[in-house]
């Protein structure tokens, strides 16, 4: 199977939406970098973000393999970051079936299984982590034959999280390199070449340590493929944060948002969703402990997503609104925003949602659907640049989350981990919050 068609990096590809989608999905998370000096390969700056017609170059492809346990928010985020500078990403599964569960519980479905990659050529290979998806990865001989071979012909290669210490490691391929890996996993790496940062880039690998660097790990694989100009042009569409926004949260009318049971959390879902978002929120609530439902307003539980990566909800909004829940989150992306504000059934979930006190939320262009139906009346709140101007309620400028009573929102994709860390804190504690960043290699705020 090939992979997907390449999308224009400024707007979102087209995408068609049926009711009867055949194909399983890939999806999965948002993360921020660290100000950890990195080195770079020296690469050549590409004069346009990716490869056109009027060119004679091929795109570059990039392998991703994925399997049992995979880290989703590592998968998503290389996947959707490479293919918005320009990148032929192809997804392959070293299990039997496409269809594969991610470490957080997340339905992956690859383009293909790797078997079909043994004689194709990658410019980069790049391997997400999670356990045992780490493990599944080293036990793929295919992947193995196909990964030592690429090294040896001095190509690109990478890997995060666990994947260096457990999947590399065995094969042999961080000889004479440096490299680092998820803290965990650092004793299993040799002592004198293991490095304590969050991004290392040695010849032709490149390490990283877990889903809070995962969007540092793609820009730096970015950087070497079409170089410095583009991944400083997708960071900026990513919003990655800067010394003036570095992690500004603002709350206003400030209450409570406890709970006396496990909180119940329900995030629907549209073609067109933004991936990293949707994943990145669902995965982190489910590491703090939370019951989360994703329900499609979609015929199908199947929803291509803004990226062309494919996504399995857990339930039907019909059969999701049997429930209440303590807070309903809305993913951004723009096309995914307008089906979601056409759903009658989640217009009215919404509705009763704000009569009954209860919390909702929004990021990146979806603040505009909780607008069209009256719920930022008289409430401070943030959105993505593109469609901040059109909120009539008081917009908080700089602000990458904001909180209002029983409202949050946030700008987008790479503000989508401090968005759902910000309501972690909310519903249990400030601790619980930075327990789980811990865990995502990810620098929270101390207070």
């Given at each position: ?27 999965a ?137 457990i999947?590399l490691?065995p ?15 650092m ?28 969007f ?97 909800a857990?339930?039907?909004?019909d ?13 951004g ?7 979601l ?13 704000g ?22 009346k ?39 981990i ?30």
């Amino acid at each position: 199977m090939k992979c997907l068609s390449l999308s224009p990096l400024l707007s979102p590809p087209s995408l068609s939406f049926s009711s009867s989608i055949k194909t399983p999905f890939l999806v999965a998370l948002t993360s921020t970098p660290s100000k950890t000096h990195t080195p770079k390969r020296s690469s050549k700056s590409a004069k346009t973000l990716f490869p056109t017609t009027t060119t004679s170059l091929p795109p570059k492809k990039v392998l991703v393999p994925i399997g049992y346990g995979t880290e989703e928010m590592e998968a998503v985020i290389l996947v959707d970051v490479l293919r918005r500078a320009g990148a032929n990403v192809v997804v392959a599964s070293v299990e039997p079936q496409l269809e594969i569960e991610a470490s957080s519980g997340t339905r992956l479905v690859a383009d293909t299984s790797i078997s079909t990659c043994s004689d194709e050529i990658f410019d980069l290979i790049a391997l997400p982590g999670g356990m045992p998806g780490s493990a599944r990865l080293r036990d793929s001989e295919i992947l193995r034959k196909i990964t030592s071979k690429h090294a040896e012909e001095k190509r690109l290669y990478g890997a995060i999280c666990a994947a260096p210490a457990i999947t590399l490691q065995p094969w042999g391929l961080l000889r004479r390199k440096q490299m680092t890996c998820h803290p965990a996993f650092m004793d299993k790496l040799p002592t004198f070449r293991a490095v304590k940062s969050n991004l290392q880039v040695s010849g032709e690998l490149t390490t990283s340590r877990g889903p809070g660097t995962a969007f540092e790990f793609a820009l730096a694989l970015v950087d070497q493929l079409f170089g410095e100009s583009v991944a400083k042009e997708v960071g900026e569409l990513l919003l990655m944060r800067t010394a003036e926004d570095n992690h500004k949260k603002e709350e206003f009318n400030e209450v409570e948002w406890s709970v006396d049971h496990s909180p119940h959390v329900l995030v629907p879902v549209a073609n067109g969703s933004e991936e990293i978002e949707v994943v990145t929120v669902v995965d982190i609530l489910r590491r703090a402990k939370v019951d989360v439902v994703v329900a499609s307003v979609e015929k199908s539980l199947q929803i291509l997503a803004s990226r062309g990566i494919k996504l399995i909800a857990d339930k039907s909004i019909d059969n999701a609104a049997e429930s209440i829940y303590d807070l309903i989150i809305l993913p951004g992306g723009i096309a995914g925003a307008e089906r979601l504000h056409k759903s009658k059934v989640l217009k009215k979930m919404l509705k009763e949602q704000g009569s009954a006190g209860r919390i909702y939320g929004a990021i990146c262009s979806s603040p505009t659907v909780l607008h069209r139906q009256g719920l930022l009346k008289g409430k401070r709140a943030t959105a993505h640049p593109s469609v901040a101007s059109k909120l009539t309620n008081e917009v908080v400028e700089g602000a990458r989350v904001v909180i209002d009573g029983k409202l949050i929102t946030s700008r987008g994709l790479a503000t989508a981990i401090e968005f759902a860390l910000a309501i972690v804190s909310k519903l249990f504690s400030h601790a619980r919050a930075r327990s789980v960043a811990e865990g995502l290699v990810f620098e929270y705020p101390k207070s």
